[in-house]
């Protein structure tokens, strides 16, 4: 079963953008290949609690990282997932500068880096991710990841920046303003408005605003499968099939059509599910 975008409670929704609970039982399966999630670019920050069979994640130059409860930063390249038999991931998906505000560091730091999240925030994540093992139910487990959400952000958050507002913004699938507008709105010049988003979120706004229109692209490809190209491109806010092909390519990796041929072969096309 696979879940996605599940809001979290409205105490919550100015710092969690949403829930995504992946959960496959694979026991019964003996073809390993289908275990592997070509993972692409998306813009997020993420907190991961693993409570049974880890996952190994590998980057283009490091192989087999592996945490039960994870940190990621924004990513910007593809990465390959390797899940276990018994899969469950519930990934905590934070608004655009939460981990920045809550961690105090500069996100351009975590940007393509999936870490040890007690590092950060102790070993109590070790018990969370132990009782999420227990729970009778996703909605038990969401449950008690925001009782601890809730502890964490009264000890750890201070004032948002007001950047982190426009990121909102540029989240937006239709949007006519450039980015120096959203520049001229933050009353800062383009070079320092570059600077403080980038600070905030771990990447330039120009490629912020590209992740979130090649993401529109592909959620509106695996609901549309026989939709072409270039209808897809024009309607994620892209110029031509031109422009979306080369925007793939430079965060995926591969043209629009090679990455949905690996796309076919996701985990959870096992299951005739993917991801909406």
Not at 11 to 25: E, G, K, T
Not at 142 to 160: D, Y
Not at 216 to 235: F, G, T, V
Request: with cysteine.
């Amino acid at each position: 079963m696979l879940l996605n975008n599940i809001l979290p409670g409205k105490h919550l929704q100015a710092y969690v953008r949403f829930y995504r609970i992946i959960d496959f039982d694979f026991s019964n399966d003996l073809h390993e290949a289908a275990w592997i999630k070509a993972y692409r670019p998306r813009i997020e920050h993420c907190l991961q609690f693993t409570p049974f069979d880890n996952e190994a994640v590998d980057y283009p130059q490091k192989k087999n990282i592996s945490f039960k409860v994870a940190l990621f930063g924004q990513q910007t390249l593809l990465t390959h997932r390797k899940v276990g038999k018994r899969f469950l991931n519930f990934q905590v998906v934070f608004q655009p500068g939460v981990l920045n505000t809550m961690l105090r560091l500069p996100m351009d730091e975590f940007s393509n880096v999936y870490c040890e999240a007690e590092l950060f925030f102790g070993k109590c994540l070790h018990d969370v991710n132990e009782q999420l093992a227990c729970c009778d139910g996703h909605g038990e487990m969401i449950v008690k990841v925001e009782g601890f959400l809730q502890r964490l952000l009264s000890r750890k958050m201070t004032a948002l920046h007001p950047i982190n507002k426009i990121a909102r913004s540029l989240m937006l699938p239709e949007l006519s303003q450039n980015m120096e507008w959203f520049a001229e709105q933050s009353n800062l010049c383009y070079r320092q408005f570059d600077r403080a988003f980038m600070s905030n979120t771990g990447i330039a706004p120009k490629d912020f605003r590209t992740l979130v229109k090649l993401d529109h692209a592909y959620l509106l490809k695996n609901r549309n499968p026989k939709e072409n190209w270039l209808s897809i491109a024009l309607k994620s806010g892209f110029y031509d099939y031109q422009h979306l092909s080369k925007s793939y390519k430079k965060f995926i990796g591969y043209s629009p059509a090679e990455f949905n041929l690996i796309e076919q072969q996701a985990p959870e096309r096992h299951f005739g599910d993917f991801e909406q």
